[in-house]
């Protein structure tokens, strides 16, 4: 079949150009990122070359011949050449948008290439970063207090991209606008710094607290209470509370909570785990014992046996009536199974071999072979 060449090109058109759309449609974060591990990769290939030279062996008549070799064409084509793998689609539309400006620095401006090439790349030119401390599409400051962003106690949405809304994502300890204040569940702690606030976590049973102590508790979490003898948080026992848990549970206190728990399947309501914990009547299939235990009533032991033909088989809470050629049919079923199994092993086994020998891979034709009779001894 005769590929049209302009169809072709056309295809190739559309790949491309779809692999630039998808580049420029996502967001801004992932190209500041995408931007970023660029210009860091050129500046290890320029740290990487700084002490190479042409590799013929005289330096100083290559300089004089060929020029030197810290501003050549070929020292450039080495770095850029590792910048982006193969799979980074993102970095290679990147590089190429951006070659000529790297090729300039490169050129004229190497002494301040470390320092300040992120910032002309990725933010004075791609405009895809924002310098430190700011956000959005317009660069704008983040919100400081005391010249910390966030009171140093959390991050500003969207940093360092052209993305975000600005507000101050407060670490766990900390609340408000700025992350000034404390959390529920913390307390100030005193500083050194009169400019910082700095908050500790109180005890687990404090909503509010003065300090680390159990008896610092100013306020409660739900599930405790407060005593104003002894000025702590008492745990709330809601399992002594009714219609906590279902009919067939158990209620489990537990600090500052309670869970519901199944009871034993010889219960139809209980008061706690096992059968000897049963309230009321026991089960279907479970009987009172001389202990007032609910235990297994074994069905097939009774006269006359509830089991008209077959054998009894008993369960508990119940039992089955097992048909004498049930494991007849039982050994069938799982020799029909061996059977599919084996079939399917020895289908996959021959379309491998067939492929590889065809391939004139006779290698391959022989594991495919042994790895094939493993499984089919594995299945034996």
């Not at 951006?98 to 090729?103: A, G, K, S, Y």
């Not at 199974?337 to 290698?363: E, N, P, T």
């Amino acid at each position: 079949m005769k590929i049209n060449p302009i169809a072709l090109v056309y295809i190739i058109f559309l790949i491309s150009f779809n692999s630039i759309l998808c580049y420029k449609s996502k967001s801004k974060s992932h190209q500041c990122n995408v931007c970023r591990d660029l210009v860091d990769n050129f500046i290890k290939g320029f740290k990487k070359t700084s002490k190479g030279n042409f590799g013929g062996g005289n330096t100083d008549w290559e300089d004089r011949k060929l020029g030197s070799y810290v501003t050549s064409d070929i020292r450039f084509e080495e770095i850029i050449e590792n910048i982006c793998s193969s799979k980074e689609n993102d970095c290679h539309n990147l590089l190429e948008e951006q070659e000529e400006n790297l090729l300039d620095w490169f050129k004229k401006k190497q002494k301040a290439l470390v320092s300040e090439l992120f910032s002309d790349i990725c933010i004075a030119r791609a405009k895809f970063c924002c310098p430190k401390n700011t956000y959005g599409s317009e660069c704008s400051q983040c919100p400081q207090l005391n010249g910390h962003v966030c009171s140093g106690n959390g991050n500003c949405d969207g940093e360092g991209t052209r993305e975000g809304t600005g507000k101050c994502k407060c670490n766990r300890e900390y609340a408000g606008d700025l992350c000034s204040l404390c959390n529920s569940g913390f307390y100030p702690k005193t500083t050194n710094d009169a400019n910082k606030t700095e908050c500790a976590e109180c005890h687990f049973s404090c909503l509010a607290c003065s300090g680390p102590e159990q008896n610092s508790c100013l306020s409660c979490k739900s599930g405790w209470i407060f005593n104003s003898e002894t000025n702590l948080c008492d745990d709330i026992n809601e399992c002594l509370q009714e219609s906590k848990c279902s009919q067939d549970e158990y209620c489990e206190n537990t600090e500052g909570s309670f869970a519901c728990r199944k009871c034993d399947a010889a219960c139809q309501e209980c008061a706690g785990p096992g059968a000897d914990k049963c309230i009321g009547q026991c089960s279907k299939g479970f009987e009172k014992g001389s202990d007032s235990s609910c235990a297994d009533i074994d069905e097939c032991q009774q006269d006359p046996s509830p089991c008209s033909t077959g054998q009894c088989v008993n369960k508990p809470g119940s039992y089955e009536c097992q048909a004498l050629n049930d494991k007849n049919k039982n050994n069938k079923k799982e020799t029909n199974d061996q059977l599919i199994k084996r079939s399917f092993v020895i289908g996959v086994m021959i379309l491998c071999m067939l492929s590889s020998y065809f391939a004139r891979q006779y290698f391959l034709t022989a594991l495919s072979f042994l790895f094939g009779s493993l499984i089919l001894f594995l299945l034996d």
